[in-house]
């Protein structure tokens, strides 16, 4: 994670770059954190594990006091994470009044980006985005079929051959869903070069 802030640096705000060339230690300071959480929130998200609450149930009668209640909780855990650790912590955190089960849980991997094909992937984008400030590896807050492979030892990469507006990204799995064809057309090529330039390594 710290290759990926740093990378960073020449694209957020001048008033962070000096903390992002070493966010880990930024972080320690007071009110630094409440910073990001404001300023960049899906940043924020990928410095620490986090958790949701997606479902709730109790009684099915509005006039039934439950005997048991039960949450549901969606969580996403950095890739340097233990689950077992995290499911120990979160236990404690609960208490003994509660009990955790895992309905799915996957390995948290990770591709290295000292790789031809990340190369490659590096080559493509400064040729087709040349106003690029960087290439850098990150993390998603979302969810990825890549731990399927990364868990067989594949390298796998999430890559979006386009550039998405920040006006845009609010729509995304939601309402208006949207991408414009410019990005669809010229998604199509770069994959297309990409491919090509694989081919020959």
């Not at 969606?74 to 509660?98: K, N, S, T």
């Not at 799995?173 to 010229?186: A, L, Y």
Request: charged content about 25%.
């Amino acid at each position: 994670m710290d290759r990926y802030f740093r990378g960073l640096t020449a694209s957020v705000a001048p008033e962070w770059r000096e903390r992002y060339a070493d966010l880990g230690t930024a972080l320690g300071e007071p009110g630094v954190a409440d910073e990001l959480l404001r300023d960049n929130p899906d940043h924020y998200g990928l410095t620490r594990n986090t958790c949701s609450m997606t479902r709730l149930g109790g009684s099915d009668k509005i006039n039934v006091v439950p005997t048991e209640a039960w949450a549901e909780l969606d969580c996403r855990l950095l890739p340097d994470q233990d689950p077992d650790v995290f499911l120990a912590e979160l236990g404690e955190v609960l208490g003994d009044a509660m009990r955790v089960d895992t309905m799915m849980g996957f390995t948290p991997a990770q591709s290295s980006a000292e790789t031809g094909l990340f190369l490659v992937l590096e080559e493509a984008t400064r040729t087709h985005y040349p106003g690029a400030l960087a290439v850098v590896p990150s993390v998603t807050t979302g969810f990825t079929d890549s731990h399927f492979f990364r868990d067989l030892g594949i390298t796998a990469y999430g890559y979006e051959p386009f550039v998405v507006p920040a006006a845009d990204l609010a729509g995304v799995h939601g309402n208006n869903e949207r991408i414009s064809v410019e990005n669809v057309r010229r998604g199509v090529v770069v994959m297309l070069d990409i491919l090509q330039r694989w081919a020959v390594e």
